[in-house]
């Protein structure tokens, strides 16, 4: 069966069967029936019930056989024992796709995976699609679908339509999307809970959310990622489609990766590659379900931030110098407003006021009406959100007379700005008139300046890192100087191909002797580094085969004579000294190229030395990638203020490592033999960082 | 006028005066006596207008000395241009205390300024105590008092009695307080909104609910502290008395400070030292208003948080796993359940799920009843939360069947467990039972995970740092080896004085020339540091004029001769050399004493070197200070992990550098004459912290 044409079946059925519907509504036979019947579907229902008659003045049969036409899809609530019976009748009926509700499979140990492997089976060989088990079903507000068990349903007198497409792998969380959703205003076409995707699975909805007309915002609750290939090109359509995609992925932490698998089957898979992965395709990543909705009310207006400066508006001076001690923290701005916007806030504001944070209490009194935006509040939101330096705003309303009318106002720049404009609402059921506003209008709002922060952080975080448009080759294997055996290259071997790769090194010089190595140490002249190089050697500084701050040709004698015993000692056989100039580095980075499982070649950087264990200050980003990618990178670390002028120290020179990122990405992508490279140290010397060691393993 | 006298006029009158009552709720006038008659205040009340007549059913009189009686308070509503003569007309009727509403004061500018510094002259000067001007006024739920302003008064039929006692900078946030409250089942005692302080000020407030035996839990938002000395003695009577404090304090960062400054006259201060001085106190410190009222919801039940590991319960795998990534990132943990919990659990959960998150949705069928507990659900939260290991609970509702269920099991073991149990509802208007039974049993709730994390972070945060009994004096002035002289130490008087209060230094000769340097650094062996003294030179190392790594006889005499030559050219005279041997530190750590003009003297400790710009690590805690304050300073380091052992080197040998920072709080609090101390590096050795260099200057 052509996939398309499931998924229409799934989401736009033309006729339902409900297997096992009920006139309880304590069931879910008769939970679902009850919102079936309430939104009415386009198109047929077939409720079926041994007793047949009708329920809930719909007519009932007594079994699919008995359905007066062709059925595209069936609910499947009956118990786990019973679901390899329900699934032949299916087969049975040419039913195109089943919802299976139940659970008892995959999620319950041993015995449930072996029935849902049963179900699957039979599904297969008839024909049969499936979606779930184990899932509280879905919904397609465009064509009045509400197929699902999710118990914010029974609250819904019409469906909430809208354009954020969500998917979650969780029924209950997916569940209080519906429930918050509902009170901010948010808006769904279509909502899936995907239970234990036996046969149709995330990919699948998220394919379809692509393609879909009615989704315009993707919003995912993940706990695993299945066929991974797959999902990256989804997340290139997406981007590709100009469809913003809002990920939650719990397990990020190993304590979360343990929770999750321990209430499904699935692995979680590394974070670290997942968020690299995502961040390349522009993905807003939030850490909870409400977070993410709260991302998926603000953009599903179209609005995007592409600058730091975040506005901030309130009645009261104390609740303005909260938000900017907060927003300080997050690493966003408070900008200084323009002339031009001061200019057009000179009649509403004295002088001291024209400035961020906005506070609507010192409005004067007798402010002239505005050409544009009419009255004094929405002219200062107006003229302060059109201000270049802004990128997002926020209002926040605490109890004051005239809360409708900041709402309105807000609601009325919001729609039209162009720019993330977020209300917190700090008045609770005290300012219920403006709530209510803001939802009919389906403009949202948040009550958390917390939440406000994070949705905030996160929208400008996304901005910084997505990949604009492909990277082409650069790097030809042909141009790469790399040996034909498989294992573990010499610390040459290395160098030879970093050189190829056009990375730059710190200069040495091989020395097959103490007498060679002398002369090397005359030409480099101040103090030297030796190191053994040996076929057999891979961690030379554990047995005392690097030897530093050599300053004298007696010391470099001794050094040598050290080396050859500690090599002679642990087995090993010498093959040359390297000899290089000792530098004085300002810094000390780790560079590499790494290979995930899931998402494939990763260009990784991070802080060297003592702050790898301290700052855990790692930057990951798929390969090949852009100049711009390898900046974001740079600017993300953690110990970015050592390579930015630390203490009179020359600034690193960022386009040169900008060049070493490009590069071993580009290495990653021309040479897929090479299984993993670290360089570590990437040395600053004035300015300038080169590799001064490289591990790297080719297959 | 007796201080409790008044603060008893201000919160507990026998008559209030409203002048400038009126009939028409839009003014200010009309709805303060509307919310005035509809609370009934026990006592008289007067409302003053020039008309005379009834107001709202109440006998209105045309003036102050037309009332019956006498008048505690008067509460003055009346435009800023008629406040002189408003107070004049107070004190000419014996008025004991006046709450100036209005605004135009010292908050708009020098001439309200004036305006203020007027009326406070008239009113001392009849006796008249003054409460505002510039504010929304206050309530007292014990008293019937409704004497504000709040917009979100006019939504209360009746006051929200409790024992929270709250006093507010800023009216904005105190309505908005009062509106969430509302919400979330918060009941208040007191609540304050203290305007521009012209008299009565925070700290009275302060006091007052210290005092006042309705108020269990104070929460505090602030701008500016006046009078630090006072606050700190308040806040050592609050610790006395066993009630919790909370705080906001806006301005902590610089953008937020410069916002503070912006609308109001007073300066915020310096936020580590008053940091550092809440901690101490056992204060929670809270980011924003929001958070601080959900921390008194949680402690109006007499919780506190005693152990780090938080169970959270929910009825979702996946809400469940979302909290445990969040927790893991706050530096909570998670942990394992004790045999004797899980054998409560046996019934309940399958053995697979006999650990935290609790799910409840995998509960047994026909769980048995728990003899104390009852149900599975309750069971499941009330048994958990004795375990040993917990020290606060989440519980994460999800829209769900029996969700009013799941709120009554919370409450009832939140009540009654001595932790902090927090409900954080997920399920929205979806879940409203069960949001009102949480409101009406004054339990409430939070539905944001991110206002929960911070919550709890913060219970636990401020468990680690308060001190518990005053710390005596162990050294005295006399034994401290100081000069007579004011001005900057040398070197070596530094040096002694460290030495004299009993801190661990690296070992130095003096020198008096080349030679006995040279004599030392043979003495010392191995490589040397030497380092010049001068009795006018204080930054030795800018002009050249330390050495490092001297490892030859060769090099001793030149570093000699160089620091000489730098010494003479820079103008300064040689005293003599210190040699010192040269020792590979582990790590570096800064440490001294500041004396905060507020708050007096603090002992610091920061990371050392290249973190002091990364990681901005500096801890500061009042002096003296407590061995267990020393060691929450040094737990609360981000460079902690280099002090645990980092590579396999050395821990740094806690109770030494614990000894070095109380001793430094000692030598503080001894010699009042020490303006401050810097010990940078403080070297760890060998897992030894040992001073390498001080800086000092005495008055």
């Keep these: 069966m052509k996939h398309a044409s499931v998924m229409h079946d799934l989401?736009?059925?033309?006729?339902?069967?409900?297997?096992?519907?009920?006139?309880?509504?304590?069931?879910?036979?008769?939970?679902?029936?009850?919102?079936?019947?309430?939104?009415?579907?386009?198109?047929?229902?077939?409720?079926?019930?041994?007793?047949?008659?009708?329920?809930?003045?719909?007519?009932?049969?007594?079994?699919?056989?008995?359905?007066?036409?062709?059925?595209?899809?069936?609910?499947?609530?009956?118990?786990?024992?019973?679901?390899?019976?329900?699934?032949?009748?299916?087969?049975?009926?040419?039913?195109?796709?089943?919802?299976?509700?139940?659970?008892?499979?995959?999620?319950?140990?041993?015995?449930?995976e072996a029935l849902q492997q049963s179900v699957l089976d039979e599904a297969k060989a008839g024909g049969l699609r499936l979606f779930g088990p184990n899932c509280m079903g879905l919904m397609n507000t465009h064509h009045n679908l509400a197929a699902t068990t999710a118990v914010s349903m029974g609250y819904l007198e019409t469906l909430p339509v809208g354009c954020?497409?969500?998917?979650?792998?969780?029924?209950?969380?997916?569940?209080?999307?519906?429930?918050?959703?509902?009170?901010?205003?948010?808006?769904?076409?279509?909502?899936?809970?995907?239970?234990?995707?036996?046969?149709?699975?995330?990919?699948?909805?998220?394919?379809?959310?692509?393609?879909?007309?009615?989704?315009?915002?993707?919003?995912l609750y993940m706990e695993a990622v299945k066929e991974p290939e797959r999902f990256v090109q989804l997340l290139k359509?997406?981007?590709?489609?100009?469809?913003?995609?809002?990920?939650?992925?719990?397990?990020?932490?190993?304590?979360?990766?343990?929770?999750?698998?321990?209430?499904?089957?699935?692995?979680?898979?590394?974070?670290?590659?997942?968020?690299?992965?995502?961040?390349?395709?522009?993905?807003?990543?939030?850490?909870?379900?409400?977070?993410?909705?709260?991302?998926?009310?603000?953009l599903q207006r179209g609005a995007s931030m592409n600058k730091p400066g975040l506005a901030v508006f309130s009645g009261s001076g104390g609740g303005g110098a909260l938000f900017v001690d907060a927003l300080d923290?997050?690493?966003l701005s408070l900008p200084a407003l323009s002339e031009q916007t001061k200019s057009h806030l000179q009649d509403i504001f004295l002088p001291v006021h024209r400035e961020l944070p906005v506070d609507f209490g010192v409005v004067q009194p007798k402010a002239p009406v505005d050409p544009v935006y009419g009255d004094p509040v929405t002219t200062?939101?107006?003229?302060?959100?059109?201000?270049?330096?802004?990128?997002?705003?926020?209002?926040?309303?605490?109890?004051?007379?005239?809360?409708?009318?900041?709402?309105?106002?807000?609601?009325?720049?919001?729609?039209?700005?162009?720019?993330?404009?977020?209300?917190v609402h700090g008045a609770s059921t005290v300012g219920?008139?403006?709530?209510?506003?803001?939802?009919e209008q389906g403009y949202g709002y948040v009550e958390s300046p917390n939440d406000a922060m994070?949705?905030?952080?996160?929208?400008?975080?996304?901005?910084?890192?997505?990949?604009?448009?492909?990277?082409?080759?650069?790097?030809?294997?042909?141009?790469?100087?790399?040996?034909?055996?498989?294992?573990?290259?010499?610390?040459?071997?290395?160098?030879?191909?970093?050189?190829?790769?056009?990375?730059?090194?710190?200069?040495?010089?091989?020395?097959?002797?103490?007498?060679?190595?002398?002369?090397?140490?005359?030409?480099?002249?101040?103090?030297?580094?030796?190191?053994?190089?040996?076929?057999?050697?891979?961690?030379?500084?554990?047995?005392?085969?690097?030897?530093?701050?050599?300053?004298?040709?007696?010391?470099?004698?001794?050094?040598?004579q050290q080396i050859q015993d500690a090599l002679g000692k642990a087995g090993h056989t010498l093959e040359s000294f390297i000899v290089s100039p000792m530098l004085q580095a300002d810094a000390e980075l780790i560079v590499g190229i790494q290979r995930d499982p899931d998402f494939g070649p990763m260009v990784m950087l991070g802080a060297g030395g003592v702050l790898v264990e301290l700052l855990n200050d790692v930057q990951l980003c798929p390969a090949p990638l852009s100049a711009d990618q390898a900046l974001a990178m740079l600017n993300n670390l953690r110990c970015r203020p050592l390579l930015e002028g630390w203490r009179g120290r020359q600034p690193v020179d960022k386009e040169k490592l900008v060049h070493i990122l490009v590069q071993l990405g580009q290495l990653a992508l021309a040479l897929p033999r090479l299984t993993e490279l670290d360089i570590n140290p990437l040395l600053i010397v004035d300015g300038q960082p080169m590799a001064v060691d490289a591990r790297a393993t080719v297959a």
């Design 454 to 560: 994070k949705l905030c952080t996160e929208l400008w975080r996304r901005q910084c890192a997505a990949l604009q448009t492909p990277v082409p080759a650069s790097l030809q294997a042909a141009d790469l100087a790399v040996p034909a055996q498989a294992g573990f290259l010499s610390e040459p071997q290395a160098r030879r191909l970093l050189e190829s790769a056009k990375i730059p090194l710190v200069p040495s010089r091989l020395a097959k002797d103490e007498e060679q190595a002398v002369q090397a140490a005359r030409e480099w002249g101040g103090s030297v580094v030796i190191k053994a190089v040996s076929p057999t050697l891979i961690h030379k500084s554990d047995i005392g085969a690097v030897k530093l701050n050599l300053d004298s040709e007696a010391k470099v004698r001794a050094a040598c």
């Design 11 to 112: 989401l736009h059925p033309r006729s339902v069967a409900i297997v096992g519907a009920s006139e309880d509504e304590s069931k879910w036979g008769g939970r679902l029936l009850r919102y079936m019947t309430r939104h009415r579907i386009q198109g047929e229902l077939y409720p079926i019930n041994p007793k047949g008659g009708t329920l809930m003045g719909v007519k009932t049969y007594a079994s699919l056989s008995e359905c007066p036409g062709p059925i595209d899809m069936a609910i499947l609530l009956v118990p786990s024992s019973r679901a390899l019976a329900a699934v032949r009748d299916c087969v049975a009926n040419k039913v195109k796709v089943a919802i299976a509700i139940t659970s008892g499979f995959a999620e319950a140990g041993p015995e449930g």
């Design 237 to 298: 359509q997406a981007q590709a489609a100009t469809k913003p995609v809002l990920i939650v992925k719990s397990g990020r932490t190993e304590a979360g990766e343990r929770a999750v698998q321990s209430h499904t089957a699935s692995l979680a898979g590394a974070w670290p590659s997942f968020e690299a992965i995502c961040r390349a395709h522009g993905v807003y990543l939030f850490d909870n379900v409400f977070d993410l909705l709260n991302g998926a009310m603000v």
């Design 380 to 423: 200062a939101i107006g003229r302060v959100m059109e201000d270049e330096s802004i990128g997002a705003g926020i209002v926040f309303l605490t109890t004051q007379p005239g809360m409708q009318h900041i709402a309105r106002a807000t609601a009325h720049v919001g729609m039209q700005c162009g720019k993330p404009l977020l209300f």
């Design 432 to 439: 219920e008139e403006a709530r209510a506003y803001l939802r």
């Design 164 to 219: 954020i497409g969500m998917a979650s792998q969780s029924g209950a969380l997916m569940g209080a999307l519906l429930a918050r959703g509902i009170d901010v205003g948010a808006g769904f076409s279509t909502m899936v809970s995907l239970g234990n995707q036996a046969d149709i699975d995330q990919n699948d909805i998220f394919d379809y959310l692509i393609q879909d007309p009615h989704t315009k915002i993707i919003a």
């Design 329 to 331: 923290e997050a690493g």
